[in-house]
């Protein structure tokens, strides 16, 4: 029990974070859906956001502004971690976007976003 | 100021601003768009070019171009060396001549589209010459990115199947770029910096903490998805295959050696190769060459659609890369960098032999080429060149990386892959002599004409020109390569092999 709780309060977010990632793997190999296989995809990019924002977050740290009271860094969180997930926001957006134009396109040729109906008239 | 002092950064701004601004002046004139970002990419080439010289003329002497003048490891820096700069006059070069080539494909188009797609293909171009002149991790993720996206938009381009072989790589390309964030959230996480040469020296003193080998794991599934390593091929025959006819022989070109570059860079300059875990990392991705190549030729024996067989040929050639770098000695390292270069040159000629041949007659079944011959004796010419080539005939340019290959082999005592060689050697030589037969020997298939020649050379002169400079460079590096290798990548060579 006293593992568990240590495990949990140190590293337990991390797993949940990964459980997140491959969580989103998994729903986009197995669902037969192209737009749930997209959804999953964006679990996927979400679970590595999070990973991202966790290990940048630090107990009582404040916002990284100057305030004249200290020049600590001890004090400050990290901002560089935040601002490199718009980044990674931003990309997944445009991923997002083009995979919504192609799903459109996939839509308007084939009739469908199931595999095995697209695959069937794929083939024809 | 002066030209040179700013060339590293001309090499990505120029074709930037000219295929963001494409689609406007399209909008203008038709044509105006696909001719600046033509001459931008000439202009990203001779910057190339002016890097190169500067860079061999200091003596190996890496150039570091910061930006908006912030000093790394806080700003992010370009920085060039004689191996990431020899790649991007490749690119560069690549680009151009495939930009050229591909206009005839998209001229009868109306303005969306001609400027779309030349919009796309510059983009292509500023993704690939990034990924490879960046000195920065998170930068490189961004430039990852915009290679990946006007990737999946440069093969959705290609007609009906192309949307679905665009949507599957998209989804499994996502899956690679996600792998390569997390393993920089990792080493960041560990060093707190994302400058290359700043981490090259703040991991030493991680090597063997578990978070690690955790991010060198993420490396190499990431950029082995991208590159298309045997067992994460799975997307990359249907993206050849179906890709837009006049981009096919850029994507296929250069597309998978971005990311192999990339791989070189971490394994071998960040992480450098005398540790446990890279030394661990490196004896897997030999056994994914082997088995690429073993498969890959296999597969390419099976096909009829001659894109396809290039395509599976290419996940055979990825692999003479990953077991060049698996070897972790310096004959190995050259030749895997050698065969980068060289691969990009064969591999871009035959799609655009292929593509020429599709835009005339329509047909890419390769039992279906009889007397080609006559009818387009220029092409065929470059054809054979390229075909001997990824067999390994002197004095075209394959034979001599799969030269230093089995050199790295015999020095490096790993006999068996000399074994795996020769044997894929053989198979090459099956898959490209049938072809060859076919275009020489074969009854004249009938075929009919879409676009009947203006010209003597059987293609328009757009088409023309670059398959024969294409057909040219393979001959000019087989001569020149014992100067590529002397004067460019043993200047450049990672510390590791110095000691």
Request: net charge positive; charged share 10%; proline share 4%.
């Amino acid at each position: 029990m006293e593992m568990l709780n240590e495990f949990l309060k140190t590293r337990g977010i991390y797993a949940l974070v990964m459980i997140l990632f491959f969580l989103g793997v998994y729903g986009m190999v197995l669902s037969k859906n192209y737009m749930k296989k997209l959804m999953a995809m964006n679990v996927m990019q979400v679970a590595v956001i999070f990973f991202y924002l966790c290990f940048a977050q630090k107990d009582g740290g404040m916002i990284p502004i100057q305030n004249g009271l200290t020049t600590n860094p001890d004090a400050y969180i990290n901002p560089l971690p935040h601002g490199l997930m718009l980044t990674a926001i931003v990309v997944s957006l445009g991923t997002t976007g083009v995979a919504i134009a192609l799903l459109m396109r996939i839509k308007e040729i084939f009739g469908s976003l199931e595999e095995v109906e697209i695959l069937r008239r794929a083939s024809k | 100021m002066n030209f040179v002092q700013h060339a590293p950064v001309f090499i990505v701004l120029l074709p930037l601003t000219a295929s963001l601004l494409c689609l406007l002046f399209s909008r203008i004139s038709r044509n105006l768009g696909s001719y600046i970002v033509i001459a931008a990419i000439f202009g990203a080439f001779l910057s190339a070019a002016t890097v190169l010289k500067q860079v061999l003329a200091s003596g190996g002497q890496a150039i570091h171009y910061w930006m908006g003048g912030w000093e790394p490891p806080i700003g992010i820096e370009f920085v060039l060396d004689p191996l990431n700069s020899v790649l991007a006059v490749l690119v560069t070069f690549i680009a151009l001549m495939v930009s050229i080539y591909s206009r005839p494909f998209v001229k009868r188009e109306d303005w969306l589209h001609l400027g779309g797609y030349y919009t796309l293909f510059g983009l292509l171009c500023v993704g690939l010459c990034g990924m490879i002149i960046t000195g920065d991790v998170f930068n490189l993720y961004v430039y990852l990115e915009i290679m990946s996206l006007s990737g999946y938009g440069l093969i959705a381009l290609g007609g009906r199947k192309s949307m679905l072989a665009a949507f599957r790589y998209l989804l499994i390309g996502t899956i690679g770029a996600s792998l390569y964030l997390l393993g920089v959230g990792y080493l960041y996480a560990m060093t707190g910096t994302l400058n290359m040469a700043d981490l090259a020296k703040l991991v030493a003193a991680h090597l063997d903490s578990p978070l690690f080998a955790m991010a060198v794991a993420c490396f190499i599934i990431g950029f082995g998805i991208k590159m298309a390593l045997f067992p994460l091929h799975g997307w990359q025959p249907d993206a050849y295959t179906f890709s837009h006819p006049g981009a096919a022989a850029f994507i296929a070109g250069c597309m998978s050696k971005a990311p192999a570059y990339a791989m070189v860079r971490f394994l071998y300059y960040i992480f450098h190769v005398d540790n446990l875990v890279v030394h661990s990392a490196l004896n897997v991705i030999g056994l994914l060459g082997i088995a690429g190549i073993l498969i890959g030729s296999i597969m390419a024996l099976a096909q009829f659609d001659f894109r396809r067989m290039l395509a599976y040929s290419s996940v055979a050639q990825i692999g003479y890369i990953a077991i060049g770098l698996a070897m972790g000695n310096l004959y190995g390292f050259i030749g895997a960098v050698l065969h980068m270069i060289n691969h990009a040159f064969m591999k871009s000629a035959l799609f655009l032999v292929i593509g020429g041949i599709q835009y005339r007659f329509g047909e890419v079944n390769l039992y279906r080429l009889g007397g080609m011959h006559k009818k387009i004796p220029i092409s065929t010419v470059t054809l054979t060149l390229a075909a001997l080539s990824m067999i390994g005939l002197p004095p075209t340019c394959g034979f001599f990386s799969k030269w230093y290959l089995m050199l790295g082999a015999y020095t490096g005592a790993q006999y068996f892959y000399i074994a795996v060689l020769v044997i894929s050697s053989l198979l090459n030589a099956i898959y490209f002599f049938r072809i060859i037969e076919q275009v020489f020997v074969q009854r004249e298939a009938s075929l009919t004409e879409i676009q009947p020649p203006s010209t003597k050379l059987g293609l328009p002169i757009e088409m023309a020109v670059p398959i024969v400079v294409m057909g040219l460079a393979i001959l000019v590096l087989g001569f020149c390569n014992g100067d590529i290798v002397t004067d460019v990548l043993k200047v450049g060579l990672p510390e590791v092999f110095l000691r």
